[in-house]
């Protein structure tokens, strides 16, 4: 889940009391500046290494397939969903 919002505006809190609904581990809250970096290709592998990490925890909960994503385009007019 991304938010996006001025500091203050209870993005944080918003999170963690979905998390404590839904009855999920504490979200991992990342700040902008942490993915900034002034040399190219960090700010992405960083990306990329946070989607790593939330995949290899998926598969340790749960060895059910991943989610479908729905696409726009040749496979949404035959009605199949594409998986990644």
Known sequence: ??????PGCGKTLLA????AAMGAREP???????MMSKYVGDSE???RGL?????????AQSPSPPL???RHGSCASSGRAWRP
């Open 1 to 6: 889940m991304l938010l996006y919002g001025p």
């Open 16 to 19: 963690r009391e979905i998390a």
């Open 28 to 34: 991992k809250i990342v700040n902008g500046p942490e």
């Open 45 to 47: 592998q960083f990306i």
């Open 51 to 59: 989607f790593a990490e939330a995949e290899v925890e998926q598969q």
């Open 68 to 70: 479908a994503v729905p």
